[in-house]
């Protein structure tokens, strides 16, 4: 492969260290100060804490006195900062004046404090009180001719009391438009895994980390957006097991890795992370679990019944034979083109996973992120399902997730296309009959808006407009709407992207104490492993305008639904246990909810594929088989995939450095090799501009950003990285992942040229 140690991050140094500590503490400290911070970190992550707004990585059984790492302490310290911004911010910056600082500089002037309301025709906003808030929503949403006009859209932070009263609003408004980041996320891993296993979640718990002998780590850079994955990652190494990193770039943490609270890691001591690191290229991961699977089967050839799990198979399995034959006509000079990798390569990871007895894959955007992002994630599933890798201690499948709530927010029924089972739940308890149509995702969303048929948008939390793709095309959709209204923290992109009339409603954060009229309350969240646990805040709110998340949803539905609601609003939010008991009723899984919540620990949700009961309509988990995706790229094309820096959660940008791969005080840079920067005549630091290319129904289609710098980087030949969401631009709305419509955020071709000006 191109390996031009040249080109390696120019530090050698280890991940984590004693530098991601001070790092973390100095943020903690500009942020918030002295006092708050030693207030708050120490019940970030703790039993009656509250759960951090960062990842959704869960937290030991075993809790040291701080549990967290240096991005979660950013994601706290920017939560819980000093600054605030009320009427007098709003009354000196016209919208169209704020449109034109960057998204770091708008989240940096702290917290929102009041609601505001730009009216129709004016380029402010203005104070406005709660309930008039909520009358304008009603009004608007009222005069619609149908309630499929509007559109309710989630971000994964929102807790399952929040999403559940939200899910309960707009159904029995009548409508199933219920969007969520999740849309944009793992999408491809619920929908591949549930056609598969019967489930959309993963099957490992944290206990299984300790037991497994060979991790898979694919498309993930867990240093970055799931650093106490890496303390799991360094025990599991120390003792014995292997890992395996598949990914373009040579991501630091997955090279090597010095954990922060290890006092020897000031004398140096740093653990070796990958055994093996494949560094596939972008879109290149079906062909290599292809060759992966043959030189599997080569190997149960060569000693047979020792390498696949024939019992498992005959018992448990449907459609090996497919799957075989399938590999068998897959040839290996387009596995080798396609993947960037060697045979011999392929062979070792092959060799590996047969010595292994319990594998864990664990994966993330780097496979959902695709055309054919669910054909990714079912060929990690098939790969361990030839050796009966689930369902047993230490194995099985772990989609890795992003937001802290994003995997409780669909269980809570935060999903544009609701099961049966979960509507006539729903309609058990509370007695209205909700819509059966499936209502539109994230994508139709943006459809829908620039066709002029959605003509509200609310969102709870996120920042849609510099999420999605196409951001010219999506502003422009959301511009059109009659009424955009966003529940937030701090002001971001999107309440700057405004329909003719807009309401920005400021809510409580997860740090924050939530006092209703049954007196103080906490809510709770559901981890990447289906362990639901409790969050409470503790400092003081950061004003006294701010409502809980819950409250603006009851508020909001009382104003809009009025007295023929079926639901007691004002009882429910008083006392936030009165939820849970509803949710309890409606929600599998959830039986005595209140009193679970309450055990240390919490407790985690059945499941049962971890027992291999795959609720699949053969009631076997199934193998799929994927024909390796043709890019069709033009010679002059690379394939560009946009990721996260080391300073940044997600739309949230903390700061311009890259630590970890040696950017520093830039955003719009482009990861290239060196070679295909020298090919264009291209130097490090060059500016340059880049253009995506797409075949549009009605025809090529191009988009554009400028003004980007070449960093020379360790990655394959023909492949190119940038930041999310400053790339967003080049990606095309219409393009997206089949079966599970996930933005094809991590394969747009495109071209460079040196920059005009
Ligand atoms: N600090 C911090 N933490 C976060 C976030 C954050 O922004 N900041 N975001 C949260 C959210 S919502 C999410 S979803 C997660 C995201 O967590 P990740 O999925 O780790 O995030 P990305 O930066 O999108 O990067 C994915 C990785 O996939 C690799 N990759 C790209 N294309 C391919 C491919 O074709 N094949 C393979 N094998 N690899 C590929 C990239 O090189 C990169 O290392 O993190 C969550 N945690
Ligand atoms: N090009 C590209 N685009 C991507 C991705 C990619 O990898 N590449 N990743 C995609 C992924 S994985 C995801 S999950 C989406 C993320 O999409 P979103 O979830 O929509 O975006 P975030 O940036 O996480 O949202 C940040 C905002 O949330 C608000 N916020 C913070 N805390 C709270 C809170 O407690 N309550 C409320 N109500 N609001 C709060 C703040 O105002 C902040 O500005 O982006 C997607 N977009
Ligand atoms: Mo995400």
Known sequence: MDDDPSERPPASAPAGGLEAAAVGLARAWRGMGLLRSARTLPRLNQERGFDCPGCA????????????????????????????????????????????????????????????????????????????????????????????????YTSGRTSNEAAFL????????????????????????????????????????????????????????????????????????????RIIAVNPLRERA????????????????????????????????????????????????????????????REHTEGFDALRDELERTPWPEIERSSGIARAEIRRAAELYAAAERVIACWAMGLTQH???????????????????????????????GHSNVQGDRTMGIWERPLPGFLDALQREFGFAPPRRHGLDTVATIEGLAAGRVRVFFGLGGNFAAATPDTAFTERALRRARLTAHVATKLNRSHLVCGEEALLLPCLGRTERDVQAGGPQFVTVEDSMSLVHRSE??????????????????????????????????????DYDRIRERIARVVPGFRE???????????????GARSRHFETPSGRAGFRTHPIPRLDLTPDQLLLMTVRSHDQFNTTVYGLDDRYRGVRGDRRVLFLHSADAAARGLEEGARIDVKSHFAGAQGPETREVRGFRVHCFDLPRGCAAAYFPEANPLVPVASFAEGSRTPSYKSIPITIARARE
């Not at 549990?67 to 994601?75: D, L, P, R, S, T």
């Not at 169209?96 to 009216?119: F, I, N, T, Y």
């Not at 010095?258 to 055994?275: E, N, Q, V, Y």
């Not at 909810?593 to 499941?607: A, D, I, K």
């Open 537 to 574: 805040g503790s400092l003081e709110p950061a004003s006294p305008g701010l409502r809980s998340e819950p409250a603006i949803v009851a508020g909001l539905a009382r104003a809009v639904l009025g007295a023929k609601s079926r639901v007691p609003w004002e009882e429910l939010i008083a």
């Open 57 to 152: 990585w869960p937290e030991p059984e075993e809790r040291s006195a701080l549990e967290f790492c240096e991005n979660g302490i950013k994601a706290v310290a920017h939560e819980a900062t000093r600054e605030r911004i009320g009427a007098d911010f709003f009354a000196q910056w016209p919208i169209s004046r704020l449109a034109g600082q960057s998204d770091h500089w708008l989240e940096a002037q702290g917290r929102l404090s009041e609601p505001l309301w730009k009216p129709p025709g004016a380029d402010r906003y203005q104070p406005i009180a709660w309930d008039e808030a909520f009358a304008r929503v009603a009004a608007t949403i009222r005069a619609l001719e149908s309630p499929d006009q509007a559109v309710f």
């Open 166 to 241: 939200y899910q309960l609003f707009v159904r029995e408004l009548g409508t199933n438009n219920l969007p969520d980041c999740s849309n944009m996320c793992h999408e491809s891993s619920g929908t591949g895994l549930s056609e598969q296993i019967g489930v959309g979640k993963g099957t490992v718990g944290l206990a299984d980390f300790a037991l497994a002998d060979l991790i898979l780590v694919i498309g993930q850079n867990p240093g970055t957006n799931h650093p106490r994955m890496l303390t799991e990652l360094e025990r599991a190494k120390r003792r014995g097991c």
């Open 371 to 401: 055309r054919h992002g669910v054909a990714n994630v079912q060929e990690v599933m098939n790969l361990l399902l030839l050796r009966g890798m689930i369902g047993k201690p230490g194995a099985g499948p772990c989609p890795v997730r």
């Open 593 to 607: 909810m209140n009193r679970r919540v309450r055990r240390p620990g919490g407790f985690v949700l059945p499941s």
């Open 254 to 313: 997955l090279v090597r890795f010095a954990h922060p609270k290890d006092p020897l890691s000031l004398l140096g001591r740093s653990t070796p992370i990958a055994d093996l690191f494949l560094q596939v290229r972008v879109a290149g991961d079906v062909a290599l679990l292809k060759g992966w699977m043959k030189e599997l089967l080569a190997l149960e050839a060569e000693r047979p019944g020792k390498v696949l799990d024939w019992d498992f198979l």
